[in-house]
């Protein structure tokens, strides 16, 4: 998201989005209210856990030394973080001598870029006869030490055992996506982070104190990391009050706190299910935005939100001081097709992470961000959602955002945007939004050369080289007798390095006595019909209907292709090692329309 | 006096109840080579059935350059038109006469598998190579949209033609209606349903000295016992009798297939499950090895 935000920063010179999330880290759902009635039959302790946003920025003044030993030890010849606990001298000896050796140290660099990965030696400690089953050489067992060391970038363990006696590696081995014991500094350290960070501190009542921490659950955890998701070194810290159990994840390889939870303590220590990242996110996000609507109110706009099975973040009931404006938005579809392969490609849905229909899930809960200009003022606020594939962006997992704006004057936009990685670099996108207005007497235009034409029936349309529009770039509009909106589609106009729409639009009517999408909707389309065939033809076809002052639904399809040429990344990520672990690079493909309400002054009508 | 006979005759009777009945060992492995393939010029020890290819849609036939080897290269497939019948599918089993049974599971999206799909079974005849519906479960009374998944698992018992068919069907996040059904192969006739539970894997085994169907369920990472009789019904209630909780790539891993040995041991396939659409190339499978342990009588991990 950061990357995401100063890749906007360096191309934006209308439209600036301040990545200050205003309510990521409340108690309970975003929004603080009616909280416990509603979710009388979820589980408390998952409505109350805290999800921290990992763009939050928050860091503390004891983690310097820490960083700055980090680049230092990235800068040696052999860069490789010391073991920092309090060690024997043969405990020493044996790390210089683990350290010498070309097999215990093979990776240490990557191979393609030369760039160090950041790895780190967690222990040196006297080997067992169970550590020398394949050593085949005479030794004393007393004078053998095993030497642990991690790297991060790699999620690689590697050990070697060495011979103090003889000065001398008598074998080494790695173990891929293993992490050793984490040594007593490092534990240390994890619980700092953790009784430090003002959100643990709110929800235990006071700040516990170092030795309030549950050694013996930080060590449980140590059997495997607590982030399966990120693939960080992350440990879980445990403080009990009372009959209850906090748990606080905290990742050691980008010194933060992931999130807490609460559980019922058993009879032999903390009892309930077992806490890690992935399942701290997917139960706040069912039970706060997947089984109950949260309502928002901000600058006029009134709504209601929350994330579908299948159609991604959905808002309902919107209306700008107190005017109704939208019955319902969302995100039906997202189909990928792949032109190198006839025929080959998905239709994702993306949706909430259990009991769903979705093949992309939301991780983290719906952001709520301040929508700044040039000059840094507020224009509005934007509501946001990421949904991803576990393992992006390695080739054939996805990462969709979907984000809507509202502005202080009554515009808004409904966008979304791919950020790779897919299959392959012939890759073309095609969300499919569902928009559907308030109000009974809609009418619907296009803007033909010189005037806007009304649409009788249901039918749709094409943006192509030859689509014209007004002079303010509005190719659309749809109004009753009270009021009505100015439709501009993106023509890489809106400063997200959005590069065209070249969209699809449908128009379909809405009657009550039939359901087309107003509840959720299964796969709409298949992956790779090119052409207007995505799905909401279904709605129009054999027989339109009359559409004039009625209920009005708009279908709108953006079309992405892909790019992953340097300097011209589109709908696309890539994982670059900086300062000695993997980060995601994303260049991503913002599409869809802004709605300008008629109202205005200056606009032709 | 009348109360004391009374309660005499109810003792004996639980007592009958109660009482357990040994059985010999079996492996309870009867599969047969479906006749059709080698009518079609495939050799039957290179050969393996699939549902898993992400860019062909329902049942595969392959042949391998290796016996016994399913990841080795792939020198021939073939697919019957009929077999793209149920949209893209999940679990193969073959029966004594060589006929296959399997049934739908979505990939990414329901686009070739609605729901009302969900729970039927197809079969595979093993003369002609033909795919028709077997038959059709019935639906939950409550059709979850959130639950896109119906049939997952398959397991036979040899010894009386009995297969088992476990699905989540109608199932949320509040509400676990899954079952597994016995069904009489012959007859095509559902001899007992073990319901409320959303049972996954299966598979059977006769080593604890009891006819028994090991499931796991998409609730939690335990795997449960449920003992058959000798008619292949159902015979008390099942039994928490291994957790995978903690173990594999995740900690959570629920069951997806399991396999018996010869010697009855269960091979557990484990993978992250949320009913969600999520493609299983995303999940890492782990393979646990269990053994049952006389003495202590449990199932301890290889």
């Known amino acids: 998201m950061l990357t995401l935000f100063l890749m906007m920063k360096r191309r934006s010179k209308i439209l600036r989005i301040s990545f200050i999330v205003i309510s990521c880290c409340e108690i309970a759902c975003q929004n603080n209210q009616h909280a416990e009635n509603i979710h009388a039959s979820y589980d408390a302790d998952a409505l109350n856990s805290i999800l921290i946003a990992a763009d939050s920025l928050n860091t503390f003044p004891f983690l310097e030394e820490r960083v700055n030993d980090i680049k230092s030890a990235l800068k040696n010849p052999r860069p490789v973080l010391l073991c920092k606990d309090s060690l024997s001298d043969q405990q020493l000896l044996a790390q210089i001598i683990a350290l010498n050796d070309s097999a215990f140290t093979q990776f240490l660099i990557d191979p393609f870029s030369k760039q160090p990965y950041r790895s780190e030696v967690f222990g040196i400690y006297p080997a067992r006869q169970s550590d020398m089953t394949t050593v085949k050489l005479t030794y004393n067992l007393a004078s053998v030490y095993r030497v642990e060391m991690y790297n991060y970038a790699l999620n690689i363990s590697s050990i070697a055992l060495v011979d103090l006696q003889h000065q001398k590696v008598l074998g080494s081995y790695y173990l891929s996506n293993s992490q050793p014991d984490i040594p007593l500094y490092l534990k240390k350290l994890a619980i700092k982070i953790a009784i430090e960070s003002p959100e643990l501190q709110l929800s235990f009542g006071l700040k516990p104190q170092e030795k309030d921490a549950l050694m013996a659950s930080t060590k449980t955890s140590l059997n495997r990391t607590r982030c399966e998701r990120s693939r960080h070194l992350c440990v879980a810290p445990t403080f009990v009050k009372g009959d209850k159990a906090l748990w606080a994840i905290v990742d050691l390889t980008d010194h933060r706190l992931v999130g807490i939870r609460w559980t019922n303590v058993g009879t032999s220590g903390p009892a309930g299910p077992m806490i890690t990242e992935k399942r701290l996110q997917d139960d706040k996000i069912t039970s706060c935005y997947c089984e109950v609507e949260q309502a928002l109110n901000k600058y006029g706009w009134n709504m209601n939100y929350m994330l579908t099975s299948s159609d991604g973040l959905r808002i309902s009931n919107v209306s700008f001081n107190n005017n109704e404006v939208l019955r319902s938005v969302k995100l039906v579809d997202w189909h990928v097709s792949y032109s190198g392969t006839d025929g080959f490609g998905y239709s994702d849905a993306v949706g909430c992470p259990y009991f769903s229909q979705a093949a992309v899930i939301a991780w983290e809960i719906p952001k709520i961000i301040e929508l700044r200009d040039d000059r840094k003022n507020s224009i509005g606020f934007v509501l946001e959602q990421t949904f991803r594939s576990e393992g992006w962006p390695t080739p054939c997992n996805y990462n969709y955002v979907q984000r809507y704006e509202f502005y202080k004057d009554g515009k808004f936009r409904v966008s979304c945007a791919s950020i790779g990685r897919g299959c392959g670099n012939t890759g073309t996108y095609l969300p499919v939004f569902r928009i559907a207005f308030s109000g009974n007497q809609n009418n619907f235009s296009e803007w033909n050369q010189n005037a806007w034409q009304p649409w009788e029936k249901e039918r749709w349309n094409s943006q192509t080289p030859l689509t014209s529009y007004t002079a303010e770039g509005y190719q659309y509009k749809i109004e009753n007798t009270q009021t009505g909106y100015l439709m501009e589609p993106g023509r890489g106009q809106f400063n997200d390095q959005g590069r065209g729409d070249f969209n699809y639009v449908y128009v379909t009517k809405h009657t009550k006595d039939r359901d087309e999408g107003e509840n959720d909707l299964v796969t709409i389309g298949p992956c790779c019909n090119i052409d207007y065939r995505q799905g909401p033809e279904k709605f129009i076809e054999p027989a339109p209907e009359n559409i004039q002052n009625s209920s009005l639904v708009i279908w709108y399809v953006a079309q992405l292709r892909n790019d992953d040429r340097k300097g011209y990344e589109y709908c696309w990520a890539e994982n670059v090692l900086e300062k000695g672990i993997w980060n995601t690079k994303s260049f991503p493909c913002f599409c869809g329309p802004m709605f300008i309400p008629l109202s205005k002054p200056g606009i032709k009508q | ?302």
């Open chain 2, 1 to 302: 006096m009348q109360k004391k006979y009374l309660i005499f005759v109810v003792s004996v009777f639980l007592l009958n109840s109660c009482k357990e009945e040994m059985v010999d060992f079996s492996s309870n492995n009867c599969k047969q080579n479906p006749f059709f393939i080698q009518s079609m010029g495939f050799i039957p020890a290179n050969s393996f059935f699939s549902t898993s290819e992400e860019r062909i849609m329902g049942l595969v036939l392959h042949q391998s350059d290796e016996v016994g080897n399913p990841n080795a290269r792939i020198v021939k497939s073939f697919q019957h038109p009929s077999w793209r019948l149920g949209g893209w599918l999940a679990p193969i089993l073959i029966d004594n006469t060589g006929d296959i049974y399997t049934a739908p599971a979505p990939f990414i999206s329901l686009l070739d598998n609605p729901v009302a799909n969900q729970n039927t079974i197809y079969r595979v005849d093993s003369k002609t190579g033909i795919m028709n519906v077997f038959m059709k479960l019935p639906l939950a009374d409550t059709n979850s949209i959130q639950n896109p998944f119906g049939i997952i698992g398959m397991a036979l018992l040899c010894e009386t033609n009995t297969l088992f068919v476990s699905t989540l069907a109608g199932s949320d996040r509040q509400h676990e209606r899954g079952a597994i059904y016995a069904i009489d192969i012959p007859s095509k006739k559902i001899i007992d349903k073990l319901s409320g539970i959303d049972a996954m894997g299966m598979g059977i085994s006769y080593v604890t000295g009891k006819r028994e169907l090991f499931f796991g369920t998409g609730r939690t990472s335990e795997v449960f016992s449920v003992v058959l009789n000798k008619k292949g019904e159902f015979s008390g209630l099942a039994q928490m009798v291994i957790s995978l909780s903690g173990l594999g790539a995740s900690g959570d891993d629920k069951v997806r297939r399991i396999r018996t040995d010869a010697l009855g041991n269960l091979e557990i396939h484990g993978i992250s499950f949320n009913y969600n659409l999520i493609p299983q190339r995303e999940k890492k499978e782990t393979v646990y090895h269990f053994y049952y342990e006389v003495e202590s009588k449990k199932w301890m991990l290889k």
